[in-house]
Each structure stands twice: as structure tokens, then as C-alpha cells.
């Protein structure tokens, strides 16, 4: 693989399963971060990673958590999924905080 | 937090010139991006600037000024393709980014 991939591609989930979206990279970049995206609101991030053991809380981290267990993944899940998490996620890399970011293709997610 | 404004929807004629605007407000500045997202797609960095000034690329230039929170997206000689929205994002005092709602783009024949 090159680049980030993201997997599922899309899912259509129960309110109140758990689910966790993957994210994989293999550019060996540093900082990692999950975003959501919205129709008129752009692109939220939720949760970021700055290094390989490190996570923090961004704009809109309330239902989900992440962790990074190494440099090349970084999961997302949501515990309990509720109607509002319905959205577009994108996951991104980039070799820094100081870099351009480059996005994975997203994973369109329905929760009823 | 940060306050980012640009246009809903812009549309221009193949071959034209379009320009984006875009306006922030930021508890902190290190950097501004433009990124293109074609429907259905994954965002791609077009640009960034950090100093006052303009940085052109080919067809697409960026234009930043800090004292006014301003930044413009320039995009030359447009083609079909550059049908896409258009997204700018300010890297705040905690190197994390804020991104606008995006700028529709429509280049008819």
C-alpha cells in the first residue's frame, strides 16, 4: 500500500453498537488526526496524535476515543453510536504539526 | 478557537478567473492551507503561506495577509476539472487546523 488507507469504506450501524473505524499509514509519519465531515460545517477535527503513545482531544472529541499504539495505526471508535455521528470520516497523516496533512479516503458512516 | 468565513458557491466559465476569498479569526497563527476536495473524494494540499505575500503554482496562486485575517485562493485559465470545492484551513498557536465550510466551484463549458 501507499499512502492511508481507511477501512470500512462506508457502514450502516445501530444506534448504541460500538465501532471502530481503522486508519493505516505507511509514509512513517509522525502526527496522525481523525476528522469528521459535515454538510455546511466543514471538516471537524476529533482526536489527534502527534506522536506514536501521545493522543489529544480536538474540536469535537465527545462519544469518540482513539489510540496509538504505533507510528502506522490509528483507530477511532465509538463506543455507544448515536444518530449525530452520522458523518463522513476522514483520517489524515503528515510528517509533522509544522506539515501539510494528506487525508485518507474517508469512511461514510449511517448510524439509525 | 478559530472563525473561518469564505463563499458558499462560486461559479465561473472555462477559461476564466475565479478568486476565493477567505477571512479568519484565530487565537494564534502558524500557517494557512488550501486544500481541493472533489466530490466524493479526499481532500489534496493545493498551497500554504505563512509570510504576507502571494505563492504561485502553476494555474492556482495564494495570497496571505495576517494584519487583515485574509487569504485568497486564485485559480487561472479554469478547466472543467477544477470543479470541486475548495477548502481553507488556518493552523492555529497549537499546530492543529481549523477548516472553513469550503467553497463550491462550478466551471461551466
Known amino acids: 500500500i501507499a499512502g492511508i488507507t481507511q477501512a470500512p469504506t462506508s457502514q450502516i450501524l445501530a444506534a448504541g453498537r460500538r465501532m471502530t473505524l481503522r486508519c493505516t499509514q505507511d509514509m512513517r509519519h509522525n502526527a496522525m488526526y481523525w476528522y469528521r465531515q459535515d454538510l455546511g460545517l466543514g471538516l471537524r477535527l476529533i482526536h489527534y496524535?502527534?506522536?506514536?503513545?501521545?493522543?489529544g482531544k480536538g474540536e469535537v472529541p465527545d462519544g469518540y476515543s482513539v489510540s496509538r499504539a504505533n507510528t502506522d495505526d490509528f483507530p477511532l471508535t465509538l463506543a455507544s453510536a448515536v444518530p449525530s455521528q452520522t458523518s463522513v470520516y476522514f483520517c489524515a497523516s503528515s510528517t509533522g504539526t509544522n506539515n501539510e496533512q494528506f487525508f485518507g479516503p474517508g469512511t461514510r458512516l449511517t448510524v439509525l | 478557537g478559530q472563525n473561518i468565513d469564505q463563499p458558499t458557491e462560486m461559479t465561473a466559465t472555462e477559461g476564466a478567473i475565479v478568486q476565493i476569498n477567505c477571512t479568519y479569526q484565530?487565537?494564534?497563527?502558524?500557517?494557512l492551507f488550501w486544500y481541493q476536495q472533489h466530490a466524493g473524494e479526499a481532500p489534496t494540499f493545493l498551497s500554504y503561506?505563512?509570510?504576507?505575500g502571494l505563492e504561485e503554482k502553476g494555474r492556482f496562486s495564494s495570497f496571505l495577509s495576517r494584519s487583515k485575517g485574509y487569504s485568497y485562493l486564485l485559480l487561472k485559465e479554469l478547466q472543467m476539472k477544477d470543479s470541486a470545492s475548495y477548502l481553507c484551513a488556518v493552523r492555529d498557536g497549537d499546530y492543529k487546523l481549523s477548516f472553513g465550510a469550503g467553497t463550491t466551484v462550478t466551471v461551466r463549458a
Open positions: 484565530t487565537s494564534g497563527f502558524n500557517g
Open positions: 496524535s502527534n506522536t506514536a503513545g501521545t493522543t
Open positions: 503561506n505563512v509570510l504576507d
